[in-house]
Nanobody, 123 residues
Framework: QVQLVESGGGSVEAGGSLRLSCAAS????????MAWFRQAPGKEREAVAL????????YYADSVKGRFTVARDNAKNTVYLQMNSLRPEDTAMYYC????????????????WGQGTQVTVSS
């Protein structure tokens, strides 16, 4: 059984930085994708950053490109989302998610989810 445990998040002023972590367990191979989604109040959950673990290829939503970085620590089976130059519109609950195989931008394609962590950016 795959499990994800998130940490990080919090409150920061606009322009600041935060780092989220997601520790994954249960995979016996590297053919899977780790994704970061976010959901603001009243909005759909959207993917913002993806990393295909086997190749470390990364993908970013246009809204975060150049500001967010997703990376993986193989030794710790942990994926990080480094968020810089944060904006008030980045305020949301952030979730990590995973699926076997290639990455996808669609929420419905992910089997396992973390518990979520709140990120609040004040202006």
């Amino acid at each position: 059984q795959v499990q994800l445990v998130e940490s990080g998040g919090g409150s920061v002023e606009a322009g600041g930085s935060l780092r989220l972590s997601c520790a994954a367990s249960g995979y016996a191979h590297s053919d899977y994708c780790m994704a970061w989604f976010r959901q603001a109040p009243g909005k759909e959950r959207e993917a913002v950053a993806l990393i295909y673990v086997r190749s470390s290829f990364t993908y970013y939503a246009d809204s975060v490109k150049g500001r967010f970085t997703v990376a993986r620590d193989n030794a710790k089976n942990t994926v990080y989302l480094q968020m810089n130059s944060l904006r008030p519109e980045d305020t949301a609950m952030y979730y990590c998610a995973t699926r076997g195989g290639a990455c996808s931008w669609y929420r419905s394609n992910y089997n396992y989810w973390g518990q979520g962590t709140q990120v609040t950016v004040s202006s």
